[in-house]
Protein backbone atom coordinates (compact mmCIF):
# COMPACT_ATOMS: atom_id res chain seq x y z
CA UNK A 1 0.00 0.00 0.00
CA UNK A 2 1.60 2.85 -1.08
CA UNK A 3 0.27 5.32 1.47
CA UNK A 4 1.02 2.90 4.25
CA UNK A 5 3.45 5.61 5.89
CA UNK A 6 0.91 8.33 6.04
CA UNK A 7 -1.55 6.24 7.61
CA UNK A 8 1.22 4.91 10.37
CA UNK A 9 2.23 8.56 10.87
CA UNK A 10 -1.04 10.23 10.87
CA UNK A 11 -2.85 8.68 13.60
CA UNK A 12 -3.51 11.08 16.92
CA UNK A 13 -2.82 8.88 19.34
CA UNK A 14 -1.35 10.03 23.14
CA UNK A 15 1.58 11.60 21.99
CA UNK A 16 0.29 13.46 18.95
CA UNK A 17 -2.34 15.27 21.26
CA UNK A 18 0.60 15.89 23.82
CA UNK A 19 2.51 17.49 21.12
CA UNK A 20 0.17 19.50 19.58
CA UNK A 21 -1.32 20.45 22.76
CA UNK A 22 1.95 21.58 24.13
CA UNK A 23 2.66 23.96 20.91
CA UNK A 24 -0.65 24.90 20.86
CA UNK A 25 -0.25 26.92 24.19
CA UNK A 26 3.60 28.21 23.39
CA UNK A 27 1.42 29.11 20.14
CA UNK A 28 -0.99 31.01 22.05
CA UNK A 29 0.65 32.72 24.06
CA UNK A 30 3.05 34.18 21.98
CA UNK A 31 0.28 35.38 19.41
CA UNK A 32 -0.97 37.17 22.62
CA UNK A 33 2.01 38.77 23.44
CA UNK A 34 3.40 39.64 19.95
CA UNK A 35 -0.13 40.26 19.00
CA UNK A 36 -0.54 42.82 21.99
CA UNK A 37 2.94 44.82 21.20
CA UNK A 38 2.57 44.82 17.44
CA UNK A 39 -1.12 46.55 17.75
CA UNK A 40 0.49 48.38 20.29
CA UNK A 41 3.48 50.01 18.83
CA UNK A 42 1.04 50.55 15.59
CA UNK A 43 -1.97 52.34 16.66
CA UNK A 44 1.06 54.42 19.16
CA UNK A 45 2.75 55.56 15.84
CA UNK A 46 -0.08 56.40 14.45
CA UNK A 47 -1.83 58.07 17.25
CA UNK A 48 1.81 60.37 17.36
CA UNK A 49 1.54 60.77 13.73
CA UNK A 50 -2.10 62.45 13.50
CA UNK A 51 -2.81 63.68 17.32
CA UNK A 52 -5.25 61.27 18.14
CA UNK A 53 -6.67 61.45 21.58
CA UNK A 54 -7.38 58.58 24.10
CA UNK A 55 -10.61 57.98 23.43
CA UNK A 56 -10.18 57.17 19.47
CA UNK A 57 -6.73 55.26 20.75
CA UNK A 58 -9.06 52.91 22.56
CA UNK A 59 -11.93 52.46 19.63
CA UNK A 60 -8.59 51.86 17.22
CA UNK A 61 -6.94 48.88 19.10
CA UNK A 62 -9.65 46.10 18.18
CA UNK A 63 -9.76 47.23 14.15
CA UNK A 64 -6.10 46.62 14.10
CA UNK A 65 -5.50 43.01 15.65
CA UNK A 66 -7.17 41.17 12.80
CA UNK A 67 -4.10 43.42 10.37
CA UNK A 68 -1.72 42.11 12.60
CA UNK A 69 -2.56 38.40 12.40
CA UNK A 70 -1.12 37.69 8.93
CA UNK A 71 2.33 39.28 10.51
CA UNK A 72 2.21 37.64 14.02
CA UNK A 73 0.77 33.97 13.62
CA UNK A 74 3.82 32.20 11.56
CA UNK A 75 6.58 34.05 13.88
CA UNK A 76 3.89 32.92 16.78
CA UNK A 77 3.74 29.48 15.49
CA UNK A 78 7.68 29.27 14.99
CA UNK A 79 8.28 30.15 18.02
CA UNK A 80 5.78 27.74 20.24
CA UNK A 81 7.56 25.07 17.54
CA UNK A 82 11.47 25.80 18.14
CA UNK A 83 10.61 26.00 22.19
CA UNK A 84 8.40 22.80 22.23
CA UNK A 85 10.82 20.81 20.03
CA UNK A 86 13.58 22.44 21.38
CA UNK A 87 12.64 21.02 25.10
CA UNK A 88 11.48 17.42 23.80
CA UNK A 89 14.92 17.22 21.92
CA UNK A 90 17.01 18.22 25.32
CA UNK A 91 14.64 15.56 27.32
CA UNK A 92 15.64 13.14 24.83
CA UNK A 93 11.76 12.65 23.82
CA UNK A 94 12.93 12.46 20.53
CA UNK A 95 15.43 9.41 20.61
CA UNK A 96 12.52 7.40 23.28
CA UNK A 97 10.17 8.18 20.10
CA UNK A 98 12.30 6.24 17.77
CA UNK A 99 13.77 3.75 20.43
CA UNK A 100 10.25 2.73 20.35
CA UNK A 101 10.09 2.01 17.01
CA UNK A 102 8.27 4.91 15.47
CA UNK A 103 9.28 7.55 13.12
CA UNK A 104 10.25 11.22 14.56
CA UNK A 105 7.70 12.33 11.81
CA UNK A 106 5.31 11.30 14.21
CA UNK A 107 6.48 14.32 16.81
CA UNK A 108 5.93 16.59 13.85
CA UNK A 109 2.68 15.98 12.32
CA UNK A 110 0.48 17.73 14.73
CA UNK A 111 2.42 20.90 14.54
CA UNK A 112 2.52 20.81 10.65
CA UNK A 113 -1.17 20.07 11.02
CA UNK A 114 -1.66 23.35 12.51
CA UNK A 115 0.28 24.96 10.74
CA UNK A 116 -1.72 23.96 7.63
CA UNK A 117 -5.08 24.81 9.82
CA UNK A 118 -3.81 28.50 10.16
CA UNK A 119 -2.51 28.84 6.69
CA UNK A 120 -6.43 28.55 5.90
CA UNK A 121 -7.71 30.43 8.58
CA UNK A 122 -5.87 33.12 7.53
CA UNK A 123 -6.25 33.16 4.43
CA UNK A 124 -10.10 33.28 5.09
CA UNK A 125 -9.36 36.04 7.35
CA UNK A 126 -7.58 38.18 4.43
CA UNK A 127 -10.68 38.11 2.33
CA UNK A 128 -12.86 39.01 4.98
CA UNK A 129 -12.37 39.92 8.39
CA UNK A 130 -9.06 41.92 7.92
CA UNK A 131 -10.32 43.98 5.04
CA UNK A 132 -13.17 44.73 7.09
CA UNK A 133 -11.44 45.82 10.43
CA UNK A 134 -9.16 47.96 7.97
CA UNK A 135 -12.09 49.73 6.84
CA UNK A 136 -13.51 49.90 10.57
CA UNK A 137 -9.85 51.64 11.70
CA UNK A 138 -10.03 54.50 8.88
CA UNK A 139 -13.74 55.03 9.61
CA UNK A 140 -12.43 55.81 13.43
CA UNK A 141 -9.62 57.76 12.61
CA UNK A 142 -11.49 60.06 9.55
CA UNK A 143 -14.43 60.33 11.34
CA UNK A 144 -14.32 63.34 12.27
CA UNK A 145 -12.10 65.33 9.52
CA UNK A 146 -12.47 68.61 10.98
CA UNK A 147 -11.26 67.76 14.51
CA UNK A 148 -8.52 65.50 12.93
CA UNK A 149 -7.36 69.11 10.86
CA UNK A 150 -7.53 70.97 14.01
CA UNK A 151 -5.68 68.72 16.05
CA UNK A 152 -3.31 68.38 13.48
CA UNK A 153 -2.80 71.84 13.27
CA UNK A 154 -2.11 72.44 17.28
CA UNK A 155 0.03 69.90 17.64
CA UNK A 156 2.41 71.35 14.36
CA UNK A 157 1.07 74.83 14.39
CA UNK A 158 1.63 74.78 10.67
CA UNK A 159 -1.00 72.96 7.46
CA UNK A 160 1.80 72.64 4.95
CA UNK A 161 0.73 69.79 2.45
CA UNK A 162 2.90 70.11 -0.70
CA UNK A 163 -0.38 69.27 -2.98
CA UNK A 164 -2.12 71.79 -1.62
CA UNK A 165 -1.58 75.56 -2.87
CA UNK A 166 -1.53 77.20 0.50
CA UNK A 167 0.03 76.93 3.62
CA UNK A 168 -1.79 77.66 7.14
CA UNK A 169 0.59 78.56 10.21
CA UNK A 170 -0.55 79.15 13.74
CA UNK A 171 0.55 80.64 16.81
CA UNK A 172 -2.27 78.83 18.69
CA UNK A 173 -5.14 76.90 18.11
CA UNK A 174 -8.10 76.97 20.99
CA UNK A 175 -10.97 74.90 20.19
CA UNK A 176 -12.39 75.46 16.70
CA UNK A 177 -10.48 79.05 16.73
CA UNK A 178 -7.10 79.49 15.36
CA UNK A 179 -4.95 81.79 17.24
CA UNK A 180 -2.45 84.68 14.74
CA UNK A 181 -3.29 82.92 11.55
CA UNK A 182 -1.23 83.09 8.82
CA UNK A 183 -2.55 82.11 5.21
CA UNK A 184 -0.46 81.84 2.34
CA UNK A 185 -0.70 80.94 -1.36
CA UNK A 186 2.12 78.90 -2.57
CA UNK A 187 3.91 80.07 -6.03
CA UNK A 188 2.90 78.29 -9.25
CA UNK A 189 -0.38 76.71 -7.99
CA UNK A 190 -3.55 76.99 -8.98
CA UNK A 191 -5.87 78.95 -7.01
CA UNK A 192 -9.36 77.83 -6.22
Known amino acids: MPFGFLRRN ?8 YVMGEVFRAFALALLTITA ?13 IGL ?8 VPYMIP ?9 SLLFGATVVYGRLASDNEVIAVKTAGLS ?12 LALSLTLSHLSATLIPDANNAA ?19 RVFDVPAW ?17 TWSWRQGRRKW
Open 165 to 181: PFLIKVKDVQGRTMVGA
Open 37 to 49: VFVLLTVMTKAAS
Open 53 to 60: GPYEILML
Open 138 to 156: KKVIYKNVEDLFYKKLKMD
Open 10 to 17: LRFGILQR
Open 104 to 115: AMVLIWPSILMG
Open 67 to 75: GSLPYTVPV
